[in-house]
């Protein structure tokens, strides 16, 4: 299944962006997938993930803030961000793991302006 994240875009500090990752297919055998972000010049970081039957998980920049949620009719997870900080600038990508290979989804650049 190929994953696409779309959504980002130039926001301002304190606002919002729903960030919708689309599967090529269906997404309901990918028991946990999960969204990172990447800032120009350092390592991909995890923010959230969300695993069927157990729920969601979220990295400290991100909790109180994030919400991880999953359609697997509409083959989509989505990320929406609440008050948005400059530091939350960066690309994000989707990713899953399945039998031991690796897939990330394109990214998709959220820029905030201070």
């Known amino acids: 299944v190929q994953l696409q994240a779309s959504g980002g875009g130039l926001v301002q500090t304190g606002g919002s962006l729903n960030l919708p990752c689309s599967g090529s297919?269906?997404?309901?055998?990918?028991?946990?997938i999960s969204w990172f972000r990447q800032v120009q010049g350092k390592e991909r970081e995890l923010v959230a993930t969300?695993?069927?039957?157990?729920?969601?998980h979220y990295k400290d920049p991100a909790k109180g803030r994030f919400t991880i949620s999953r359609d697997d009719v509409k083959n989509t997870v989505y990320l929406w961000m609440t008050n948005l900080r400059p530091d939350d600038t960066a690309v994000y990508y989707c990713y899953y793991r399945l039998r031991g290979q690796d897939y990330w989804g394109q990214g998709t650049q959220v820029t905030v302006s201070s």
């Open positions: 969300i695993s069927t039957g157990v729920g969601t």
């Open positions: 297919e269906s997404i309901s055998s990918i028991n946990i």
